[in-house]
């Protein structure tokens, strides 16, 4: 019987391309930045994660009780302050991913590693779904040893405990540089889920599955 890790992380997978994202003419093309040192509590860390779409890891990440902010850009590649476009013509090196700020003493770095491993198929190389590209690859750009050493070993222990019918080939690398994408891309869910089909027939579906799982790890909301 396979373990329910995997059943789990089944109903996360979507079979849907995010396809070409492209602003509409009022739509702004600003950088949200990333918060700088000076503006994090002293118990504040940062952990950067690929894992396909960051439209759909946004969403996600945001409604974890402890997530200070989560913001959608690339890192990995070679190319600098790329644009949307370039990256998704797969000649930058950079993947779609969520620089993810975070109080340590709400949340821990293990359980951010919890909530990546199940939100998306670490086992299928440059592909979430039907996203095909270098820039969907599963990846984590860790900024410490610390990190590293969790991430090597979550990985080797889902490899063990037989959770995925494939080797994962999450990618495991130092963190280098995150540029920010486009404003358009950010909190997009949040801004466009009424309007958008996408939002509505991919991110929806997956985010309702995510809060079932994770209910005891969401932003209490008030009523």
């Known amino acids: 019987m396979r373990p329910i890790l995997a059943v789990l992380i089944t ?3 979507t079979m849907a391309a995010c396809g070409q994202k492209t ?28 894992n396909g779409c960051f ?9 974890l009780d402890g997530v200070i902010s989560a913001v ?6 070679d190319t600098e302050n790329p644009t949307y476009k370039e990256v998704c013509s797969g000649g930058t090196g950079h993947a779609e991913c969520l620089q993810i700020t975070y109080d340590t003493t709400k949340i ?30 599963s990846a984590i750009f860790y900024h410490n040893e610390e990190q590293k050493q969790k991430a090597e070993s979550y ?10 019918n494939r080797p994962i080939v999450t990618e495991v690398t130092a963190f280098s540089t995150f540029y920010p994408a486009e404003d358009y891309h950010q909190q997009y869910f ?7 089909p ?17 209910r005891d790890k969401l932003i209490k909301q008030s009523h």
């Open 11 to 13: 109903g996360f997978i």
């Open 23 to 50: 602003p509409s003419a009022n739509e702004k093309k600003e950088k949200k930045q990333p918060m700088t040192e000076n503006q994090l509590p002293a118990t504040a860390a940062v952990a950067t994660f690929a």
């Open 55 to 63: 439209w759909c890891t946004e969403a996600i990440f945001e409604e």
């Open 72 to 77: 959608s850009g690339y890192s990995g590649g």
């Open 108 to 137: 821990s770095f293990d359980e951010l590693l919890e909530v990546f491993w199940q939100t998306h198929d670490p086992t299928t190389l440059n592909r979430q779904g039907a996203d095909v590209g270098t820039q969907y690859r």
């Open 155 to 164: 990985k080797a222990a889902l490899d063990k405990s037989g959770a995925f």
């Open 190 to 196: 949040e801004l466009n889920g009424n309007e958008n």
């Open 198 to 214: 996408y939002c509505r027939v991919v991110i929806q579906p997956k985010l309702e599955k995510f809060r079932k799982v994770f």
